[in-house]
């Protein structure tokens, strides 16, 4: 039987590519890449030669790239369109690719080869990006535990393996668990308060389930509405409660998903390898490949930012609170004590007395197609980079679509643009690389990439129609997408998004999210889709502008909250299980302004960092948007579409990938250290000179 996953393709070949392919082309790969390497190490030894950059480097990323190939549609396809069939053979998998990568880490004959490159004459005349993938590679093979006596290095790699498979799990868990739960509705008076698009949404569900009526799910598409804009408080309560206990011992599925022990094995596996390696925590591990100095750096940098925001954050909270009260009295639906499931209703109804504007008002304004040639041109006139759609490829599912990438009609990159919610598919937003750029015997493999959102798929004849949120959401993703495909480099290791400390790594993304809000640039990005394309009236536009920080205290609170529960939850952990929820309480008791309920089990649902890249690292996002925010003031100074600055910033952030460090690139860029003045600036947080 031929295999796809082994035969060498420019693009995945999706349509091919059947659930019993997997396993058999990765045990494949695999062992194929293990003589290989036992072959050229042996090589190396019999020659007594130093080694090089060709005949140690070059080879391995030519063998690591080819496993990347085979394994990186398979784990898109797991996120995508998940099936039973693919998510055994994907969990099958897991553990045999955790042990090679532990194997090639504590290989010490390998690090030593390394080694003796670093300390060859050669290294002298390498590129910088070859010099820093050989740096890195020394860090990680530490990190991997090659020091370690044979009896650690064994159990390392047990915990390597239990870990992939507990977050596979973690994280399937919230899938399914996401997927379970809906509410079938006949009587459309319960949807009071919904706006047409939203009823829309729930009606195309019930009829794509063959029902009458109505489908509530806990998708966000579905969700958010409901929290926003429904007046049945009931209805609200019911959907919080089964999106909050999602996985966990609460709620309507109670124990079904559950991932309370997961959580618990995954914090205690962690917190051992830590120990393994030497790092007092886990989150001390983490920091040593950041951009970070240390745990108490990150602590310092969360808390001090917490406490410039609550002052203003419990004020919001309280203005939310008394217009609250005064719906009541005024016989509107109002509520005597907010409740989780209230604030955001409220926090709506709020937005739109004080400002006229709503999700919804704008929302026939950025038709899908529209905001994505707006979002190309604006990237247009920033790098001067091109876009072409591609109709004929090999899609896996009819909501995909393709896109190359030029610059002056030479060939950049290319990506794949997955929009909209559906079953089977993993929520949130996410983007993750199919082909990295680096130079190959038989030329340059440019890179390509793949852009996931969760939005509102089109209902009926409309065409899909977006929130003012969904347009940052799907720029934030883009500026990932750019780091990746607009690099230089020409290693692996450091091309794109690889090699870049991971609290650098948000810097592009949300650096992006700011032109979402200039008009300039929002009069080529909106375009009513009924009114011959008009853009986004000046008077919308005002009250967009003026509610741009709305609550923004209250929203730096909640992503504190996060950063701060995980970071010390990784940090505080030792040898005796901790008590998560009591810890995020701790964590709430100082940062959280908003109400919350006994029954509420968010961590188990939090997959950033008990099934994706962010453990101990989730002020990431926090960290790099001080990054983003400064980055971007440069062009408020020299002008948001100067090429010049534009072609800077790709120059010193976006074409460099991981070859330097992110604090030497930023500075290259702002021609000083980072500031925290912007970032509280386009916050909208004032800041009293004595907190200060």
Not at 73 to 86: C, F, K, Y
């Amino acid at each position: 039987m031929s295999n796809p996953l082994l035969e060498s393709h420019r693009l995945p070949p999706f349509s091919s590519i059947q659930p019993e392919h997997v396993k058999p082309a990765i045990e494949s790969l695999l062992e194929r890449n293990r003589e290989r390497i036992a072959s050229l190490l042996a090589a190396l030894k019999a020659s007594g030669d130093t080694p090089t950059w060709a005949s140690l480097v070059a080879p391995l990323e030519q063998w690591d790239d080819e496993l990347s190939q085979a394994w990186s549609p398979v784990g898109h396809l797991n996120g995508v369109l998940n099936t039973d069939e693919l998510r055994e053979a994907y969990n099958a998998c897991l553990p045999l690719l955790s042990q090679y990568s532990t194997e090639l880490g504590q290989n010490i004959d390998l690090c030593n080869a390394y080694k003796a490159l670093q300390a060859s004459d050669e290294f002298d005349a390498l590129s910088q990006q070859q010099k820093t993938t050989i740096e890195h590679a020394l860090r990680d093979f530490r990190l991997a535990g090659v020091d370690l006596p044979e009896d650690k290095k064994a159990r390392y790699s047990e915990i390597s393996q239990r870990l992939s498979e507990l977050t596979s799990k973690f994280s399937e868990n919230v899938l399914d668990a996401t997927q379970s739960w809906s509410k079938h509705i006949t009587d459309k008076a319960e949807l009071a308060g919904l706006p047409d698009s939203a009823v829309s949404l729930l009606a195309q569900q019930a009829q794509q389930r063959d029902l009458e009526g109505y489908v509530v799910t806990l998708n966000f598409p579905s969700y958010l509405p409901i929290m926003t804009y429904a007046d049945n408080r009931s209805l609200r309560e019911e959907v919080y409660t089964a999106f909050v206990t999602r996985a966990s011992d609460q709620g309507p599925d109670a124990g079904k998903f559950d991932n309370t022990d997961k959580m618990n094995e995954i914090l205690q596996l962690r917190y051992e390898m830590a120990q393994l390696l030497g790092f007092e925590s886990y989150a001390e591990y983490s920091v040593a490949s950041k951009m970070a100095e240390s745990a108490d750096q990150v602590l310092d940098f969360l808390n001090d930012l917490a406490q410039k925001a609550k002052p203003q954050a419990q004020r919001e909270f309280a203005e939310l609170s008394q217009f609250a009260n005064e719906c009541q009295a005024d016989g509107e639906f109002g509520a005597d004590e907010l409740m989780p499931w209230d604030v955001t209703y409220f926090a709506e109804k709020l937005r739109q007395q004080r400002y006229s504007i709503s999700q919804e008002d704008i929302r026939p304004y950025l038709p899908v197609d529209t905001v994505i040639k707006g979002m190309f041109e604006t990237v247009s006139r920033l790098f001067g980079v091109q876009f072409e759609e591609q109709t004929e490829f090999d899609r896996y599912h009819a909501d995909v679509r393709f896109f190359n990438v030029t610059k002056d009609g030479e060939p950049l990159a290319a990506f794949y643009l997955d929009l909209y919610a559906r079953e089977k598919k993993r929520g949130g937003a996410w983007m993750d690389v199919c082909r990295t750029r680096r130079l190959t015997d038989g030329g340059l493999q440019l890179p390509v990439a793949y852009l996931v959102c969760n939005f509102t798929p089109p209902v009926g004849d409309q065409p899909a129609l977006l929130t003012h949120d969904e347009l940052t959401t799907l720029f934030h993703e883009f500026g990932h997408g750019l780091h990746h495909m607009l690099t230089r480099m020409e290693v692996s290791a450091v091309s794109g998004i690889s090699g870049v400390a991971w609290d650098a790594v948000e810097l592009p993304s949300q650096f992006l999210e700011n032109w979402c809000y200039e008009p300039e640039a929002l009069a080529f990005i909106s375009g009513h889709y009924q009114n011959q394309g008009e853009p986004l009236p000046q008077a919308l536009l005002d009250k967009l502008l003026a509610a741009k920080n709305f609550q923004s205290a209250m929203g730096t609170m909640r992503q504190l909250e996060f950063a701060l529960f995980d970071f010390r939850l990784h940090h505080e952990y030792r040898d005796q299980p901790l008590d998560v929820q009591a810890l995020l309480n701790s964590v709430r008791a100082d940062v959280t302004v908003v109400p919350t309920v006994p029954f509420g089990r968010f961590q188990h649902g939090f997959t950033h960092i008990f099934a994706g890249g962010y453990a101990a690292g989730y002020y990431s996002y926090k960290w790099a948007e001080v990054l983003s925010a400064d980055a971007f003031s440069r062009f408020e100074e020299e002008g948001i579409f100067n090429a010049d600055t534009g072609q800077s910033f790709l120059d010193e952030i976006l074409s460099q990938g991981g070859s330097r460090e992110a604090a030497e690139l930023f500075a290259n860029f702002r021609g000083r250290s980072p500031s925290v003045e912007p970032l509280l600036r386009h916050c909208g947080i004032e800041v009293n000179e004595e907190i200060a």
